[in-house]
């Protein structure tokens, strides 16, 4: 079946959340080291983010380092960093190109300077692009995320910038690493587990869940329509009932 095609246009989910999961494994099930799989799991990041533009989908925010991975051996974590400098590296012009507009969700504090700055030059240059948000969760965790949110909202109510009674959902929304952005609609992990991982833990609070055993350097563009096609295809209720949706 050709998924994009029978995609409806008109019920597409704005903004779509991926845990980009099994580069591990993939690797080890070809007898190579686990960098050797983090490697192709680029591949598949290029494809979701061309099937996105070719879907007409508006925010894609990808899973790429979490906080709890700091955890990892270090010549892994090292692989990882060097994986994505040289990424933006080759990738920033065609980005650019495509009119993806870049932004890194997560605590950049920890990230080393080199790669701090790669990021900042990249965000810079495409900051006026229209086509594709694109986050990228990098040291991110959703709880840091909340905490951090409420630091500052607990600093502004001290300094007099904010009265607590204007405190509400959407106010907070506004406190987040995604600030102005509408919630994912739709959340895609690959490798088979069924766990959120400390991902978008305040903005998932209505998403669809997506689970596939596909190893994340298997998943492609056609995978990601697959995706949309099933989401477009669920009853989503918001807590009323189904005879309410359909009137
Ligand atoms: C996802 O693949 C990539 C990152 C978390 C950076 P994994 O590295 O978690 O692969 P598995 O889960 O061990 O197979
Ligand atoms: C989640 O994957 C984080 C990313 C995909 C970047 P992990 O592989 O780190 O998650 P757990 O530890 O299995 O939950
Ligand atoms: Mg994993």
Redesign the pocket.
Known sequence: MNYLENLDKSKLPKHIAI???GN?RWAKQKGKNRLYGHKNGTKSVRQVIEGSIEAGIKYLTL????K??WKRPSKEVEGLMNLLISSIESELEELHSNGVKLNIIGDMCRLSDKVQNKVKIAIEKTKNNKTLNLNI?LSYSGRWEIVEAVKKIANDTKNGTLSIDKINEELFSDYLETAGMPDPELLIRT?G?Q?I?N?LLYQLAYAEFYFTPLLWPDFSKEDLYEAIFIYQNRERRFGKISEQIKN
């Not at 899973?63 to 979490?66: D, E, N, Q, R, V």
């Open positions: 845990i980009m999961d591990g899973y790429a380092f979490s709890e991975n969760a490798s587990e766990r991982s991902y």
